[in-house]
């Protein structure tokens, strides 16, 4: 049984920083993409950063200089680093297994319950 199970969410000031968590199990083998994706009240689903088996990443434009998205294969654990966290950050964070690069939800056959990001002007 595949599980996802995120953590490091909480409330930050502008400008601040946040490291989110995922720990995985029942995935034993390294061989798959992950990714971090978020959902604010009343928009849809956006993918945030992708990172696949040979540590390629992607990220949306919107993050880029400011997340980093990591994994340590040996602690099964995705990672997302944010740093200069804005107002329009403020989301539900979700994890994902098994998807692409491409960073489209429907890609994706794991999903975690997701950690509250709110960022505070």
């Known amino acids: 049984q595949v599980q996802l199970v995120e953590s490091g969410g909480g409330s930050v000031q502008a400008g601040g920083s946040l490291r989110l968590s995922c720990a995985v199990s029942?995935?034993?083998?390294?061989?798959?993409?992950m990714g971090w994706f978020r959902q604010a009240p009343g928009k849809e689903r956006e993918g945030v950063a992708a990172?696949?088996?040979?540590?390629?990443?992607t990220y949306t434009d919107s993050v880029k200089g400011r997340f980093t998205i990591s994994k340590d294969n040996a602690k099964n654990t995705l990672y997302l680093q944010m740093s200069s966290l804005k107002p329009e950050d403020t989301a539900m964070y979700y994890c994902?297994?098994?998807?692409?690069?491409?960073?489209?939800?429907?890609?994706?056959?794991?999903w975690g319950e997701g950690t509250q990001v709110t960022v505070s002007s």
């Open positions: 994902a297994a098994d998807g692409t690069t491409a960073l489209v939800p429907i890609d994706f056959g794991y």
């Open positions: 029942g995935l034993t083998d390294g061989a798959y993409c």
């Open positions: 990172i696949d088996s040979d540590g390629s990443t």
